[in-house]
Structure formats: C-alpha cells, structure tokens
C-alpha cells in the first residue's frame, strides 16, 4: 500500500553514513580558534536567508548553545514581535567566554513568503548581501529600501558586506516549496554568485521529517530519505549537494549533548572555511 512506501522510504537507513561526523571535537575546535587572515575585517558576517519558519533563527540559537555549552534563546527572544518574524535587520555576536566575541556574526533577516505583501523582498536581501542595510533597519514587506532612508549605508565597509549566504529550509518541505519562494532564493543565489559570495544550505527539522533521525540523530546521514532531499534541494537551487547540510535545531534540550552539537558544527566548520576564502581574496 501507499502508506507501507511511503512508511518504508521514511525510515530506510544506509549501514554507512553518506557523509561521517567526527567523533572527536576537531570541528569545535577549528571553530572555537577562527580568526580571519585578512585583517581588513574584524569579523566573518553570516546572513541567513529561506522561508518564513525554517527555523533560521534557531539555527543562530543552535550554535550559541553549542558554544556557551547550555541552551540559549537570544535570536527568538531578542527578535520576536507580533509574529516570529524577524523583522529587523539584526546580527548576532556570539560571546567567547570573558574574551570578547567570536569572529564570525551571523546576520538575521525575515523569512521569504509566497505572497508578495507578506515576507522580505529580494532587493532588501540583495541590498544587504553588499552591506548597505544599517543595522536595526526594520524590512517593510513588499516595499524594498532605497538610497533615502536614513537606513542605506551608502559606502559600507568590508565587515559590512556578507561573506557567506546560507539558504535555510526545513528538510521535510522541500518538495513542499512555493514556486515563488525558489524563485526569490534562487534570484538571491544568484546575486550572491556573481559578487563572488560562497554558499551552504542547510536543512532543518530533520527530526520532524524522519522517524529514524527523531528516534536516534545519529541516523541523520544515514536516513535515504534524508539523503534524497539533500538531492532534490541540490537541482531546485542549482547547488552542488556537498555544500548542503542537515542539522536539529535545540528546542525542548535541557542541554547541549554530542549527537545533537556534531551536525551544527559539521555545518558551520564549512561556512566559516568557506567565508574565509572568500575574505582571502577581497
Ligand atoms: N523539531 C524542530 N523544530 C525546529 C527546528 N528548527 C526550528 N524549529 C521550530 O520551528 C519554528 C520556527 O523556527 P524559527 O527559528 O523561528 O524560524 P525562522 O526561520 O527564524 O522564522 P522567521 O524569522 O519567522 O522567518 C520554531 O517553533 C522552532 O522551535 C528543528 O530542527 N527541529
Ligand atoms: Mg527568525
């Protein structure tokens, strides 16, 4: 029957992870230890872009808690109003112990909806790719920033730019995906590919998406049907697979733990090392 398939591509696991995590802390420590080498710029900036929801914002919350080694809520709390929406154009530092902050940011914007009137608009996120959106600056859906408003940054700075963008989307809805929300991404994909700004993709929710993962995160790259929306993401956005990643957000954890940390980080070793080629050559 339809329901036994369907149950059966859900929970189908290879032997072997199709891409193995450490076992060993050696991605939390090239994260914990990255400076940049270009000393024009202070700090690695992030942007995080994808549909309303896609848990974006947890992401941020993830590797906070990652690194402070306990679970933390600033990116939802700081950034919620009305909605969950992330209306304001905000980044987030996260603290290094009683040294200062880590050398990357990552920045927060609002969520890509399938109706114009609702969502941020692709020229904002265009806008900020090359770092003119100030900081603060609050998105009016449906109605981009111009060189008027107090907001435009006119000569932004390197720190000001991003250097890496990272598509994010919930693993178990990318078949799901508005033809108009692939069509902002992909548009945004593209500005990003002509500025020269590397890319990652990273899916979320895997454990709402597959039984297995949710029975046990160490099954997240072994999942198939995982490993096919990995795929399938890779042709709508026209990015090669390896540079997508499959991560569970913290949501309900009391604490962080390793099975949980490996994939976040496993992620984020490649943004990092991707945005800081991209910084070498600036
Ligand atoms: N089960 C599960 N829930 C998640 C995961 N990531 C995020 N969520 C939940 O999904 C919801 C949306 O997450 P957000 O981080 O607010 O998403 P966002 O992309 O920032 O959303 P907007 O700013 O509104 O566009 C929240 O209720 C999160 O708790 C995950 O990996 N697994
Ligand atoms: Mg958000």
Not at 84 to 111: A, L, Q, V, W
Not at 116 to 134: P, Q, W
Not at 168 to 177: E, M, S
Request: glycine share 6%.
């Amino acid at each position: 029957s339809v329901y036994v398939l369907t149950h059966y591509l859900l929970v189908a696991v290879f032997s072997q992870p199709w891409r193995p995590l450490p076992k060993n802390n050696e991605d939390l420590n090239f994260v914990k230890s990255y400076e940049p080498q270009n000393k024009n710029i202070t700090q690695l900036r992030i942007l995080l872009h994808g549909p309303f929801g896609a848990g974006k914002s947890s992401f941020i919350n993830s590797v906070d808690s990652v690194l402070q080694g306990r679970i933390t809520g600033r990116a939802l709390t700081d950034a919620t109003s009305i909605k969950s929406f992330t209306k304001k154009y905000i980044s987030y530092k996260i603290e290094r112990g009683n040294e200062g902050y880590y050398s990357f940011i990552f920045t927060d914007i609002m969520g890509f909806e399938q109706n114009a009137s609702r969502g941020i608009h692709i020229e904002d996120v265009k806008l900020a790719l090359r770092g003119h959106v100030a900081e603060g600056y609050k998105f009016v859906p449906n109605s981009p920033m111009t060189q008027d408003s107090g907001s435009y940054q006119a000569s932004p700075s390197l720190d000001d730019r991003v250097h890496v963008l990272v598509s994010v989307i919930p693993a178990g809805r990318v078949n799901l995906l508005s033809d108009s929300v692939v069509k902002k991404m992909r548009e945004v994909r593209l500005e990003a590919c002509e500025m020269g700004i590397p890319q990652v993709a990273i899916l979320t929710k895997v454990d709402e998406a597959c039984p297995t993962v949710n029975n046990n995160i160490e099954n997240i790259y072994k999942s198939k049907y995982l490993k096919q929306q990995v795929d399938r993401l890779s042709v709508i956005l026209g990015l090669p697979s390896n540079c997508i990643y499959l991560v569970k957000n913290y949501g309900t954890e009391n604490s962080p733990n390793d099975d949980i940390n490996a994939p976040i980080l496993s992620a984020l070793r490649q943004i990092i090392s991707y945005g800081e080629d991209f910084v070498n050559d600036l």
